[in-house]
């Protein structure tokens, strides 16, 4: 099973993450934006955040997350590559793992609610975001 993949879009980035579960879902997000960001590594250490959210609704917990992870790649100079989360309705628990970036190809500006969708089907999550770039 593979862990995303990189839908066309004409202007934006629209990414499709699968799992067994959520959590993983929300986990192979952070692996297609190292995709998509080609950042430059800074040094080999690895760095660790806690983070934690709670939203209105599933939906809103997503992309609260992706705006939390944009936000810190942002501030922090940091991408995250790794992340152990607990899921419980609409509060995400964990942490995320990464290391520090120079720069980044490519940055992502937003996770957006256009075309929003997370869905189970045959014990299969998925989840598509269109992101701001």
């Given at each position: 099973?593979?862990n995303?993949?990189?839908?066309?879009?004409?202007?934006?980035?629209?990414?499709?993450?699968?799992?067994?579960?959520?959590?993983?879902?929300?986990?192979?997000?952070?692996?297609?934006?190292?995709?998509?960001?080609?950042p430059?590594i800074?040094?080999?250490?690895?760095?660790?955040?806690?983070?934690?959210?709670?939203?209105?609704?599933?939906?809103?917990?997503?992309?609260?997350?992706?705006?939390?992870?944009?936000?810190?790649?942002?501030?922090?100079k940091?991408?995250?590559?790794?992340?152990?989360?607990?899921?419980?309705?609409?509060?995400?628990?964990?942490?995320?793992?990464?290391?520090?970036?120079?720069?980044?190809?490519t940055?992502?500006?937003?996770?957006?609610?256009?075309?929003?969708?997370?869905?189970?089907k045959?014990?299969?999550?998925?989840?598509?975001?269109?992101?701001?770039?």
């Open positions: 099973m593979k995303y993949e990189i839908l066309e879009h004409t202007a934006d980035l629209k990414i499709r993450a699968y799992g067994e579960n959520l959590e993983k879902v929300f986990s192979n997000f952070l692996k297609a934006m190292v995709e998509v960001c080609q430059e800074d040094s080999s250490s690895l760095i660790s955040r806690k983070i934690q959210i709670k939203a209105e609704s599933l939906e809103s917990l997503l992309i609260d997350f992706l705006s939390e992870i944009i936000y810190l790649m942002d501030v922090n940091e991408i995250y590559t790794r992340a152990e989360l607990m899921i419980k309705g609409n509060k995400l628990k964990g942490e995320i793992k990464g290391q520090k970036v120079k720069r980044f190809q940055e992502i500006k937003a996770a957006t609610w256009h075309d929003l969708k997370i869905e189970k045959d014990n299969l999550w998925t989840a598509t975001v269109l992101f701001d770039i």
